[in-house]
């Protein structure tokens, strides 16, 4: 395929990332890969011992699992949402982070599920959730609608990186027969005729167009597990756009802050530019004061209506002696701290929005946390004579490597898959010979231009 000198210029700025394997990468790789056996051995215990030897218990059966898919799943609806909508709009600026935001689509869509696995007991019964489902379950719909969600993102993601794929297979780049054998097979006679181009323009706008609302039913229907359970702190109306605007704005974190990696490890400031970093802060911003709003409403309808039952939890939520410490950071965290980072010009930069990116994200996760574990600890009926850690859930070792294990995993996705494609999208580039990216320079050349 013929590229524009914008476009080889950009390919060959990031040519070197997929043609070699550095040190560094190996090194990163090998460290990911250490704390992925650590878990498997975690899970080797867990599955041969049993669940003993976690803290859940037949009082509280979720903890750190269920946490974590729903983290995971939730950053994965942000990819999806904001790289529709921004292709549907056809904004000028998202096109060097579109790839990013669908690649953590897809490979946090991969971990979530994982955890739900961890949580069973059963698994040798874990098809019976196909052969013999309830339609009445709400978990029944979930497992439609996150299977149907990932395929959906993985066309999504696929449809996109078409006309990439037959770039690097015209390049002649210095990599093995295989890799090369393997872009062949996946440009499926790419040849950028009027024809392809239109046919590709059409799906991926579909795509983009049913991707938006499977996002927000899947977590929709992920919130409806704990909302349509009658227990204190879950059973809401507010549950399912809560989850949802949650799940965007961690999301949006988890973009900014990868950005900020790719950044810095490939030196793509000229592509990955300040004002990219503004936009996506003035989104964060936007999110956090909405989920602000309806943090606020969740605890103030729960602390006003004063029902017994209600109130144990608030007072496990605001007691320092308790949880108020986490519930303090996530609010904090969570809402203040990246609110006024952005609001303020003198912290709008880009190194500080990816730190206040770095602790929302964490408060979230620990905002999942509080969603679980206080409302599991509350029983209806009075429990006496029942040894501590049956009432209170402490997370063992073995569901820390396991979390820690996710994590690695994520990030090793996202090192090999540099590998395989150019983290800025050659093709969306292609429309123009000199394709004009938001930043300082590109100002000066448009004041220029103008003089």
Same mark, same amino acid.
């Given at each position: 395929?013929?590229?524009n000198k914008y ?6 700025k ?10 560094r ?7 990911f890969?250490?704390?992925i ?8 215990l867990?599955i ?6 976690t803290?859940?218990? #037949?009082? !509280? ?9 729903i ?9 999806a949402?904001?790289s529709?909508?921004?292709?549907i ?10 790839r ?11 971990i979530?599920?994982? $955890?739900?696995l961890?949580?069973?007991?059963r698994?040798?019964?874990l098809h ?13 719909? #979930? !497992?439609? @609608? ?16 078409i006309?990439?794929f037959a ?28 024809s392809?181009?239109?046919?590709i323009?059409?799906s991926?706008n579909?795509m ?8 927000i039913?899947?977590?929709?229907? =992920? ?9 204190? &702190? ?27 990696v790719?950044r ?7 592509? =990955? ?5 503004i ?5 964060m ?5 909405a989920?602000?709003?309806?943090t606020?409403?969740? $605890? ?13 939890v608030?007072?496990?939520?605001f007691n320092?002696?308790?949880y &108020?410490?986490?519930?303090?950071f996530s ?7 990246p609110v006024?980072?952005v ?7 880009p190194?500080?929005?990816? =730190? ?7 408060a =979230?996760?620990?905002?999942?946390y509080?969603?679980i ?16 850690? $049956? ?12 979390t820690f294990a ?10 090999l898959?540099?590998k395989? !494609? ?11 010979e ?14 220029? @231009?103008?003089?």
């Amino acid at each position: 395929m013929e590229l524009n000198k914008y476009q080889q210029e950009l390919f060959e700025k990031q040519r070197p990332v997929i043609e070699k394997f550095g040190k560094r990468t190996w090194g990163w790789s090998i460290f990911f890969l250490l704390w992925i056996l650590l878990g498997g051995y975690a899970l080797y215990l867990q599955i041969s011992k049993g669940h003993g030897i976690t803290g859940m218990r #037949d009082n !509280v059966v979720w903890g750190l699992y269920i946490a974590n898919f729903i983290f995971f799943i939730g950053i994965s609806y942000a990819g999806a949402v904001i790289s529709g909508i921004l292709h549907i709009l056809k904004v000028e600026w998202r096109k060097p982070i579109i790839r990013i935001a669908e690649m953590i689509t897809v490979i946090a869509t991969i971990i979530g599920p994982v $955890y739900i696995l961890l949580c069973v007991g059963r698994l040798d019964r874990l098809h019976h959730l196909i052969l013999y489902p309830r339609l009445q379950s709400p978990i029944t719909w #979930d !497992v439609l @609608a996150i299977s149907t969600y990932f395929t959906g993102s993985v066309i999504f993601l696929y449809l996109a990186l078409i006309k990439d794929f037959a770039i690097y297979r015209d390049a002649k780049l210095n990599i093995p027969k295989w890799k090369q054998k393997m872009y062949k097979i996946l440009a499926i006679g790419y040849r950028g005729t009027p024809s392809q181009k239109r046919h590709i323009r059409i799906s991926t706008n579909l795509m983009a167009i049913m991707i938006i609302p499977l996002a927000i039913i899947v977590h929709s229907v =992920l919130s409806w597990i704990f909302g349509m359970t009658l227990r204190p &702190g879950w059973h809401s109306t507010i549950f399912g756009p809560y989850f949802v605007l949650a799940a965007i704005y961690s999301g949006t974190g988890v973009l900014i802050m990868s950005m900020w990696v790719y950044r810095r490890m490939y030196k793509l400031n000229s592509h =990955l530019t300040d004002k990219h970093f503004i936009y996506l802060g003035y989104i964060m911003m936007v999110l956090g004061a909405a989920y602000g709003y309806f943090t606020f409403s969740e $605890y103030l309808t729960d602390w006003f209506s004063s029902q017994k039952w209600d109130s144990e939890v608030i007072e496990k939520i605001f007691n320092p002696a308790k949880y &108020g410490w986490w519930f303090l950071f996530s609010n904090v965290a969570g809402i203040i701290i990246p609110v006024l980072i952005v609001a303020l010009p003198a912290t709008r930069k880009p190194n500080f929005i990816a =730190l206040a990116s770095f602790f929302m994200v964490l408060a =979230l996760w620990v905002k999942r946390y509080l969603i679980i574990v206080p409302t599991l600890e509350s029983p209806l009926l009075p429990m006496q004579d029942t040894r501590m850690e $049956y009432v209170k859930y402490s997370a063992t070792w073995v569901e820390w490597a396991l979390t820690f294990a996710g994590i690695a995993t994520f990030f090793l996705f996202f090192t090999l898959a540099s590998k395989f !494609v150019t983290i800025i999208p050659i093709s969306e580039f292609g429309d123009k010979e000199k394709q004009v990216v938001p930043g300082p320079v590109a100002d000066k050349e448009k004041e220029l @231009a103008t003089v």
